[in-house]
């Protein structure tokens, strides 16, 4: 699987963008997906998680209530809608996925396929 994350930017405090993950090249919906997040100086975090059938979703403590994650299988993209955007949401977020079906994928390890990257800054 292919991933290209897109829709990153500056954005100030408070703010909102939306994160999208085209993916090509296996059948998108047989694979969990997820969006993590690096910070600089920091480890990659976990941030969200989406079913391959898009009706269960999970998310880090730190972005539940203003993140949300979903996917379109017909158009082979996993989105990551993020409101209420604070400074410390700062970092380059990727997708990836994950071709276990029973698993909740909160750990890098879970996934096989990575996106480059997209860098949200959020100003204060």
């Known amino acids: 699987v292919q991933l290209q994350a897109s829709g990153g930017g500056l954005v100030q405090a408070g703010g909102s963008l939306r994160l999208s993950c085209a993916a090509s090249g296996r059948t998108f919906s047989n694979y969990g997906m997820g969006w993590f997040r690096q910070a600089p100086g920091k480890e990659r975090e976990f941030v969200a998680w989406?079913?391959?059938?898009?009706?269960?979703?999970y998310y880090a403590d730190s972005v539940k209530g203003r993140f949300t994650i979903s996917r379109d299988n017909a158009k082979n993209t996993v989105y990551l809608q993020m409101n209420s955007l604070k400074p410390e949401d700062t970092a380059v977020y990727y997708c990836a996925a994950d071709s276990s079906t029973l698993r909740i994928g909160v750990r890098s390890d879970d996934y096989e396929y990575w996106g480059q990257g997209t860098l949200v800054t959020v100003s204060s």
């Open positions: 989406v079913r391959w059938s898009g009706i269960s979703t």
